[in-house]
């Protein structure tokens, strides 16, 4: 298990750029999958990205391809997302996870640790 503690949400008008951050506790950030969730009211937790623990691989959803990045430095233990070009419907809770597997990170289900969420609210 890790904490993870994320920050950087806010409101924010369309087409602009917010970078969330995730700090992770304990020294075996390095070692994890780590992804980026978003939930919107009334809908189910939705994957938005996730980065390999050594940072060589990253995958996302279509719908933030070319807008978001996905990026951790191990170093500080940190993950980032940064988002540009923000639309109203990425407004969302966003939430950091952690998991020890590569292979079905884009599966909510598959990580074990949460952060407890940044509001992240775009308006047209």
């Known amino acids: 298990q890790v904490q993870l503690v994320e920050s950087g949400g806010g409101l924010v008008q369309a087409g602009a750029s917010l970078t969330l951050s995730c700090v992770a506790s304990g020294r075996t950030f390095s070692t994890y999958t780590m992804g980026w969730f978003r939930q919107a009211p009334g809908k189910e937790r939705e994957f938005v990205a996730a980065i390999s623990s050594g940072g060589g691989s990253t995958n996302y959803i279509d719908s933030v391809k070319g807008r978001f990045t996905i990026s951790r430095d191990n170093a500080k233990s940190t993950l980032y997302l940064l988002m540009s070009n923000l639309k109203p419907e990425d407004t969302a809770i966003y939430y950091c996870?952690?998991?020890?597997?590569?292979?079905?990170?884009?599966?909510?289900?598959?990580?074990?640790?949460w952060g407890q969420g940044t509001q992240v609210t775009v308006s047209s």
């Open positions: 996870g952690a998991t020890s597997t590569w292979v079905r990170a884009s599966y909510h289900s598959t990580y074990h640790s």
